[in-house]
């Protein structure tokens, strides 16, 4: 007779089904989780493989910050320009080229208020671009923002080397706008050359050694400096050869592409290039601000994206290959 109450033995029998369908439950929620996370694991390793036979370029625009760089033109005339705001706009444009193709581009400088190209530069300089070292540093020296970017450059190209990224496949491209005599126009590309590189970088300051890319000691040795002398020359002709294909101008008084520039009568080279480790590295001096021509082309947006597109099109060409592809090895 059914009396409403479980005997004892169908109490224990109840719990030790829920107990077993507990268990299956946890087993299976673990097993899905572990294929989840083998997943994700296996989805990483991809992305880094892949990251491996790409072409990465270190994109560094120039000054910014407390630091304008140079200026030319004026107010009244409409043809005021400042150097940092006018390379950080290409910079921009250059990156978006880049990674429609698939390359992966690690800029130096970030400005939150601009994440996209302009139509029309600012005639009034601003102060709000940020150096991405870590933390990030509001430029308000020029000497420092120099030291920080060698810094920065060097750490990218060593955590990409950690990666297995082969050397060859790591560009560096600092963007600049000139201040030379008036009569003089058109780009001009810098190179390391050799011997007036420095055996080693080393800075003590707090204000350094307080960013994670902060390293004590860097060196170079005179084979690695001849054998980026070359590589570095070889790109900077690239890049002349394919700003004229754009038809845009190249400096003509003398060589376009150099490897020092004259400060106080004495040759010399940019820190950013005669501290970098990464094998390609070039300066390129868009233009000369001081030239009323130079300057009235770069207010225009449709000659800073030739500008971006010559330069684009040169890293390409550099790897001896057309537009869309990337290096591989």
């Given at each position: 007779?059914?009396?409403?109450?479980s005997?004892?033995?169908?109490?224990?029998?109840?719990?030790?089904?829920k107990?077993?369908?507990?268990?299956?439950?946890?087993?299976?929620?673990?097993?899905?989780?572990?294929?989840?996370?083998?997943r994700?694991?296996?989805?990483?390793?991809?992305?880094?493989?892949?990251?491996v036979?790409?072409?990465?370029?270190?994109?560094?625009s120039?000054?910014?910050?407390?630091?304008?760089?140079?200026?030319?033109?004026?107010?009244k005339?409409?043809?005021?320009?400042?150097?940092?705001?006018?390379?950080?706009?290409?910079?921009?444009?250059?990156?978006?080229?880049?990674?429609?193709q698939?390359?992966?581009?690690?800029?130096?400088?970030?400005?939150?208020?601009?994440k996209t190209?302009?139509?029309?530069?600012?005639?009034?300089?601003?102060?709000?671009?940020?150096?991405?070292?870590?933390?990030?540093?509001?430029?308000?020296?020029?000497?420092?923002?120099?030291n920080?970017?060698?810094?920065?450059?060097?750490?990218?190209?060593?955590?990409?080397?950690?990666?297995?990224?082969?050397?060859?496949n790591?560009?560096?491209?600092?963007?600049?706008?000139?201040s030379?005599?008036?009569?003089?126009?058109?780009?001009?590309?810098?190179?390391?050359?050799?011997?007036?590189?420095?055996?080693?970088?080393?800075?003590?300051?707090?204000?350094?050694?307080?960013?994670?890319?902060?390293?004590?000691?860097?060196?170079?040795?005179?084979?690695?400096?001849?054998?980026?002398e070359?590589?570095?020359?070889?790109?900077?002709k690239?890049?002349?050869?394919?700003?004229?294909?754009?038809?845009?101008?190249?400096?003509?008084?003398?060589?376009?592409?150099?490897?020092?520039?004259?400060?106080?009568?004495?040759?010399?080279l940019?820190?950013?290039?005669?501290?970098?480790?990464v094998?390609?590295?070039?300066?390129?001096?868009?233009?000369n601000?001081n030239?009323?021509?130079?300057r009235r082309?770069?207010?225009?947006?449709?000659?800073?994206q030739?500008i971006?597109?010559a330069?684009?099109?040169?890293?390409?060409?550099?790897?001896?290959?057309?537009?869309?592809?990337?290096a591989?090895?």
């Amino acid at each position: 007779m059914f009396s409403g109450k479980s005997s004892s033995a169908e109490i224990n029998s109840k719990k030790k089904k829920k107990k077993t369908s507990k268990n299956i439950v946890t087993k299976k929620k673990t097993k899905h989780n572990k294929t989840k996370h083998d997943r994700l694991a296996k989805k990483s390793k991809t992305s880094r493989k892949n990251s491996v036979h790409k072409i990465h370029v270190i994109l560094d625009s120039g000054h910014g910050g407390g630091d304008p760089g140079a200026s030319g033109g004026s107010r009244k005339n409409k043809d005021l320009i400042y150097e940092d705001e006018v390379v950080y706009d290409v910079s921009q444009r250059i990156s978006r080229l880049l990674k429609k193709q698939g390359v992966i581009v690690h800029p130096t400088l970030v400005d939150p208020n601009q994440k996209t190209p302009v139509r029309y530069l600012s005639h009034r300089h601003d102060n709000d671009e940020q150096l991405l070292v870590t933390p990030r540093y509001s430029t308000r020296n020029s000497r420092i923002g120099v030291n920080m970017r060698v810094y920065l450059v060097n750490h990218i190209y060593k955590e990409l080397r950690k990666q297995k990224v082969p050397s060859e496949n790591i560009l560096f491209i600092s963007l600049h706008g000139d201040s030379l005599h008036t009569s003089l126009s058109g780009v001009m590309v810098y190179y390391p050359d050799h011997r007036l590189r420095r055996s080693s970088f080393r800075l003590k300051n707090k204000i350094y050694r307080r960013i994670k890319e902060y390293s004590s000691k860097l060196t170079f040795q005179t084979k690695d400096n001849l054998h980026s002398e070359k590589l570095s020359k070889s790109f900077g002709k690239v890049i002349i050869d394919e700003f004229r294909k754009t038809k845009l101008r190249t400096h003509r008084v003398a060589s376009a592409v150099r490897g020092y520039l004259y400060r106080k009568g004495k040759k010399t080279l940019p820190a950013v290039l005669r501290y970098s480790k990464v094998p390609t590295s070039v300066l390129v001096e868009i233009a000369n601000l001081n030239n009323r021509r130079d300057r009235r082309d770069l207010l225009k947006s449709k000659i800073r994206q030739r500008i971006a597109n010559a330069i684009s099109n040169s890293v390409y060409a550099h790897f001896g290959r057309s537009s869309g592809l990337v290096a591989q090895r």
